[in-house]
């Protein structure tokens, strides 16, 4: 099982930055996928940005042109770099890792870090 370790989580302001981090207990070039997701209090747990062992990135709707999402395969560490933040932003964010061991999904989740957007 990998382990993920997230951190960057806090308190900002509308219009605010942060940049979360995950730390990988092993090499990113061993994921199929990693990503960020996030869950508010009360709502379903949802898919904020991935990205492909090959590069490829996807985002939801929400945080298109505001959030960016980019690895460092040297430091086995993804990041979230959130932007012009909203308070529907506010939530819990959690990384995670999907791998295929031969024919064998494995997902992997961090600890999760709270994100607060308040006026």
């Known amino acids: 099982q990998v382990q993920l370790v997230e951190s960057g989580g806090g308190l900002v302001q509308p219009g605010g930055s942060l940049r979360l981090s995950c730390a990988a207990s092993?090499?990113?070039?061993?994921?199929?996928?990693m990503g960020w997701y996030r869950q508010a209090p009360g709502k379903e747990r949802e898919l904020v940005a991935d990205i492909t062992r090959g590069g490829s990135i996807n985002y939801a709707d929400s945080v298109k042109g505001r959030f960016t999402i980019s690895r460092d395969n040297a430091k086995n560490t993804i990041y979230l770099q959130m932007n012009s933040l909203k308070p529907e932003d506010t939530a819990v964010y959690y990384c995670?890792?999907?791998?295929?061991?031969?024919?064998?999904?494995?997902?992997?989740w961090g600890q999760g870090t709270q994100v607060t957007v308040f006026s």
């Open positions: 995670n890792a999907f791998r295929m061991v031969f024919t064998t999904p494995i997902t992997s």
């Open positions: 092993a090499s990113l070039s061993s994921m199929n996928v």
